[in-house]
């Protein structure tokens, strides 16, 4: 027992010193186990698609109300060689993106700024309560009425529906930090603006991505719902014009459009995210 | 009642001892009070508590479950506000929190997204101390603690002890003149509360530095330091203060627990602790 004790400090290290990296047999065994599910997913979507398509292929009144995996397939094929797909998602992407960055933007500065003063906080609370509980469409007349029906409306609308949640997210972030945490930085004589940075900024940064990752579907619903009020391009634009002509095929097809904006831009957040927060990687 | 439990504490601080001008002691504790209001009732916290902590020593504070040590922690180091009473950091009562004292919790507060060597760099960086200084003074205060080879890494890749010793790094780099140390072993296991005992009392006797320890760990609290003293239940007071003798080298944990007088404290502090089954 004594004979342990020897060697004082550096005795640590050698038991404590296994860095966490998993075993060949291990990553073996996660690689398959993610194999598996990837291949699950693949078949399940394979076995709807089919379903759909048989379901439809013999009956005409189906494939009409329905549409068709290949008619919908060949809507895509179609709008990407006349070119209105690659347009129609790129206005989209284009009022999602400033729309989420604006709205973020704002909302995260203010939702940790509140961090600074209890008071203001609580004094803004019911407010940004009841912003926060209107339905956006509602917005929408007045919206067109003061920014026109252009790029504008449509970031100005994306934005609303972004701007609230982040600030929210992004607050609760702020003023979850650990009592302790904070004692510990003033007892190191840190200023209520060092904590605010060296602290409560980073330790915010989980919450904030979550908000991000949520806002991404939000921003994306704002500028669709825009177009739908007045527009003359966009995959909300294309959606509604399909859909009061009754082609079904052809919104799915500007649908397939907007879900993959919407997987491309929570792939980019998580990216994002890795980047900035390289600490979490490596759990 | 002790009362005043001043300086008591004339062997192991024998320099001192004879002379006249004693130099500021580094904290003083004169009849503070502290309670906290409950649903409109007023509980009384801390009762009157008064003690000392003289330069170089070690004093380790043990009391019953909820007595408030941790109440006492935060009110001295002006975290809290008290009541009544004063407290003196080197001779002078001063307002919000007292330069040149360490604090360190059980829980390591390590900054995840810091690596070891910015986690101890933190308080250099707050105090705007150049950042090569601050760089080469962690990686030192690392390498004192074992840790040469980890500063680079994230606190979730380091096991319990060694998150405990970066926190004792970070604490230690900036200097203090005293510690303030409230259960931080107690989450260990045994070998690493021991190890890490070690290195503590080491660093601290060595640096000349004063070690407020708040334990509910008798045997941690007798064989670290010089003086333990006991706090009865609430409103807390001084129930009993020992000057711990064991004639042995203080600064290895298994020789102090070997000594023939250990348990005898253990003892009478056990006995003074009144605990009951509840």
Known sequence: MTTGMENGINSVIPETAQPLRLPTRQRWHKLRTMTVILATQVALLALLLGFWEHMTASDKQAAFMFGSPSAILGFLGQMARDGSLWRDTYVTGLETLLGFVIGNFFGTLIGLLLWYSRFVSRVVEPFVIALGSIPIIALAPIIIIWFGTGLISKVAMSTLSVVIVALVTSYKGAIGVDADQINLMRTLGASKFQIFRKLVVPASLTDIFAGLKLTVGFALIGAIVGEFMSSSEGLGHAIFKAGSLYIIPKVFAALVATIALALLLTFVVGRIERLLMPWRRIQ | ?278
């Open chain 2, 1 to 278: 009642m002790m009362g005043k439990a001043n300086g008591v504490g004339v062997a192991s601080t024998g320099p001192m001892a004879g002379t006249s001008m004693v130099p500021a002691v580094p904290l003083v504790v004169d009849h503070v009070a502290k309670s906290y209001e409950v649903d409109g009732k007023i509980v009384p916290v801390i009762g009157d508590l008064s003690l000392s902590l003289n330069k170089g020593e070690i004093v380790s504070i043990v009391g019953p479950s909820g007595c408030g040590k941790t109440t006492l922690l935060n009110t001295l180091c002006g975290l809290l506000a008290r009541d009544s009473g004063h407290i003196r950091w080197y001779g002078q009562e001063i307002e919000g929190q007292p330069q040149n004292v360490g604090y360190m919790l059980q829980k390591d507060l390590l900054l995840p997204w810091r690596t070891a060597l910015n986690n101890v760099m933190l308080g250099l960086e707050i105090r705007g101390v150049a950042a090569s200084e601050a760089v080469d003074r962690s990686r030192a205060m690392l390498d004192q603690l074992g840790l040469h080879g980890f500063a680079d890494h994230y606190p979730s890749t380091l096991s319990g002890g060694m998150r405990q010793r970066v926190a004792l790094a970070r604490t230690l780099v900036n200097e203090p003149g005293v510690l303030l140390l409230d259960e931080p072993f107690a989450s260990l296991d045994f070998q690493n509360k021991l190890l890490i005992e070690n290195d503590t009392a080491k660093l601290v006797r060595e640096g000349g530095r004063s070690l407020l320890l708040i334990t509910h760990d008798i045997e941690e609290a007798v064989s670290l330091a010089d003086r333990v003293i006991v706090l009865s239940k609430r409103p807390t007071r001084v129930k009993a203060v020992y000057d711990i003798e064991l004639g042995v080298e203080r600064t290895d944990m298994m020789a102090t627990r070997d000594s023939p007088d250990f348990s005898k404290y253990v003892r009478r502090i056990w006995a003074d602790l009144d605990v009951v089954l509840q």
